[in-house]
């Protein structure tokens, strides 16, 4: 069993659609939990990171660690075509674990 | 700020022959750093984690003699893949830290493709 779950999808939405995204993980250790966003061929650009259970917001994302059901998830408000990317999840228990990546595709 | 560069961005070697990718932190000094192996719609791996003037840490099954890591200062990193094979053909990603903690904030570079023929 993989320490992070992520489904790949692809993940295809009209442009405006709220977008969740969600990893889960079976290790109770990790304390940091991150998502980036990584274009095609590009490297990853940090999106969002939180370290308790709740609710972070920044603009149109929102991250949601709920540690009890060792459940993550990105939510995107009124998604654009350039969200276009994969969306990874990444925890950190001393070294940052990814999950696989979802591919995300905004049609406009 | 916090800018990490990668160069090359491509490389198409030969199979048997040695590849150096570099890694360099732009505007800030990176304690650590760190490559990362990402083959096609999978996931970032881990190979190795780097601090400047000590010997990297190779996750397992990363062969260290393959692998070269050198850290030389605090804004550059070298990887060299030698007698690079087929199988090492990959998408090579750097990542740099300013603190001496791993899971304090990972700045990525834009990647190396290498295609070894």
């Known amino acids: 069993q993989k320490e992070v779950e992520q489904d790949p999808g692809p993940l295809s939405v009209p442009e405006g659609a709220i977008v969740s995204l969600n990893c889960t993980y079976s290790?109770?250790?990790?304390?940091?939990f991150m998502w980036y966003r990584q274009y095609s061929r590009k490297g990853p650009e940090l999106l969002m990171y939180t370290y308790s259970s709740g609710n972070k917001e920044d603009g149109r994302f929102t991250a949601q660690v709920d540690k009890s059901s060792k459940y993550i998830s990105l939510f995107i408000r009124d998604s654009q075509p350039s969200d276009s990317a994969t969306y990874l999840c990444?925890?950190?228990?001393?070294?940052?674990?990814f999950g696989q990546g979802t591919t995300l595709q905004v049609k406009p | 700020g916090a800018v990490v560069s990668q160069h090359p961005s491509r490389v198409i070697c030969k199979s048997g022959t040695s590849v150096k990718i570099e890694c360099r932190s732009l505007d800030f000094q990176a304690t650590t750093m760190f490559w990362y192996r990402q083959f096609p719609k999978q996931s970032l791996m881990l190979m190795a984690t780097s601090n400047e003037g000590s010997k990297a840490t190779y996750e397992q099954g990363v062969e260290k003699d393959k692998f070269l890591i050198n850290h030389a200062s605090l804004t550059l990193s070298t990887l060299t893949v030698t007698s690079a094979h087929p199988e090492d053909s990959s998408f090579y990603i750097c990542?740099?830290?300013?603190?001496?903690?791993?899971?304090?904030?990972?700045?990525f570079g834009p990647g190396t493709r290498l295609t070894v023929l």
């Open positions: 990542s740099a830290s300013p603190g001496l903690v791993p899971h304090n904030e990972q700045f």
């Open positions: 990444a925890m950190a228990r001393g070294k940052l674990i």
């Open positions: 290790n109770s250790a990790f304390q940091y």
